[in-house]
């Protein structure tokens, strides 16, 4: 039987399966997640360092491959924005690895911006959507108020909040990925 020609429930239960055969490894993955958002919870700044040195790279090799086939396809449309794009992405990790205290930072601000504009907008579609959302908008507007309580920390406590703040919070989101996957090998494995 091919895949189109499967059922929901014929789906549900291939997942289900793969799910039970396999749960250890969603097991060790999670236990895994875990020590590593401990230790980053716990040393904050040093997996913030790791973050940035990371983008670093990826931006640094991404622009170096982007120029390298960009330089190779001279004569393809949009020529000119790819080729500024893969300069970019050079740049930007030749920066991030140059400085990584700078670009952890820069890094710390762009979360500020990202937490003020999705705070924003999660307070905006929980106010535009309470009656559509009833009973549950409320979390939305709690989740912008958060998002917008998390810039005023970080911003109110630059530049030493850049030293903390990415690694604390990227430790507390492995934290909790590797709880809901240890949550979910316990599922597939009674299942």
């Known amino acids: 039987m091919s895949f189109m020609q499967g059922t929901g429930a014929d789906l549900n239960a291939a997942v289900t399966k793969?799910?039970?055969?396999?749960?250890?490894?969603?097991?060790i993955e999670g236990i895994v997640l875990i020590v590593l958002?401990?230790?980053?919870?716990?040393i904050p700044p040093i997996a913030g360092l790791a973050v940035t040195i990371w983008l670093?790279?990826?931006?640094?090799?991404?622009?170096?491959?982007?120029?390298?086939a960009t330089l190779r396809a001279r004569g393809m449309p949009g020529y000119g924005w790819a080729l500024l794009s893969a300069i970019?992405?050079?740049?930007?990790?030749?920066?991030?690895?140059?400085?990584?205290?700078?670009?952890l930072i820069t890094l710390t601000y762009v979360m500020i911006a990202y937490f003020i504009i999705d705070g924003i907008a999660m307070?905006?579609?929980?106010?535009?959507?309470?009656?559509?959302?009833?009973?549950?908008?409320?979390w939305l507007l709690i989740n912008g108020l958060i998002?917008?309580?998390?810039?005023?920390?970080?911003?109110?406590?630059?530049?030493?909040?850049?030293a903390w703040a990415l690694g604390l919070l990227l430790g507390i989101d492995l934290v909790f990925g590797g709880a809901s996957l240890i949550a979910v090998a316990m599922a597939a494995k009674n299942a």
């Open 37 to 42: 958002g401990a230790a980053a919870i716990v």
């Open 123 to 138: 307070i905006m579609f929980a106010i535009e959507h309470r009656r559509e959302l009833t009973g549950r908008w409320e």
């Open 18 to 27: 793969a799910l039970h055969q396999h749960w250890q490894w969603l097991l």
């Open 88 to 103: 970019l992405a050079l740049v930007a990790g030749a920066v991030l690895l140059w400085n990584p205290v700078q670009g």
């Open 56 to 68: 670093g790279a990826i931006f640094l090799i991404g622009g170096v491959v982007g120029l390298v």
């Open 147 to 162: 998002d917008l309580v998390l810039a005023a920390i970080i911003l109110s406590g630059l530049p030493g909040s850049a």
